[in-house]
């Protein structure tokens, strides 16, 4: 199985500051490397799809980045609604495989 | 808009079976995979399998002993049957759609069932 790691597990930020999430696949998994967003009792949303492909509705503050084993999100302007978890997840080969999820909590 | 709704038992005591059903709305069966995902309280998300229109299925080997996938093209909708449950199965489980290509993403997800279980 392909072993999805992120970094940190958890981040103290503020409203404005730029955040950045890594996440690095045990192996390669070209592009196919997808981001989504989880919010309490609310089910994942995708927000990047191919490592840097942002959804239709997400804000371009989001930036996905990476190829192979090594992948980014970053978020240029923290917002309020941004505070959340963030997984990163592979579709490159089964089984499908997520990260364990970075949380952003407010400072 | 696609509307992925799902609906099964919540409180479930150990050995019994689990059983939840995700209806496809606003959509077609034909040409996604349909994954179930589990997400114990607290915890990360465990892809547990997939299945297609025409019933081929791809289970997570970890859980592959105890799962079943089925699908009813004419109500729209598929099934999870996963036997033999004790207090490690407790998650939140949720369907997902995925479009049979390489490297697609879940794109549709249900919007969750808690499933306890506890004696």
């Known amino acids: 199985d392909i072993q999805m790691t992120q970094s940190p597990s958890s981040l103290s930020t503020s409203v404005g500051d730029r955040v950045t999430i890594s996440c690095r696949a045990s192996?390669?998994?070209?592009?196919?490397l997808n981001w989504y967003q989880q919010k309490p009792g609310k089910p994942p949303r995708l927000l990047v799809s191919d490592a840097s492909t942002l959804q239709g509705g997400v804000p371009s503050r989001f930036t996905g980045s990476g190829s192979g084993t090594d992948f980014t999100l970053t978020i240029s302007s923290l917002q309020a609604e941004d505070f959340a978890t963030y997984y990163c997840q592979q579709s490159y080969r089964s089984p499908r495989t997520f990260g364990q999820g970075t949380r952003l909590e407010i400072k | 808009q696609v509307q992925l709704q799902q609906w099964g038992a919540g409180l479930l005591k150990p050995s019994e079976t689990l059983s939840l059903t995700c209806g496809v709305y606003?959509?077609?069966?034909?040409?996604?995979?349909w994954s179930w995902i589990r997400q114990p309280p607290g915890k990360g998300l465990e892809w547990i399998g997939e299945m297609n229109q025409s019933g081929s299925t791809n289970y997570n080997a970890s859980l592959k002993s105890r799962v079943t996938f089925w699908v009813d093209t004419s109500k729209n909708q598929f099934s999870l049957k996963v036997t033999s449950v004790t207090a490690a199965d407790t998650a939140v489980y949720y369907c997902?759609?995925?479009?049979?290509?390489?490297?697609?993403?879940?794109?549709?997800w249900g919007q969750g069932t808690l499933v306890t279980v506890s004696s």
């Open positions: 192996q390669s998994v070209d592009t196919y």
């Open positions: 997902a759609r995925q479009k049979i290509a390489l490297g697609r993403p879940f794109d549709y």
């Open positions: 606003g959509g077609s069966l034909s040409g996604y995979y």
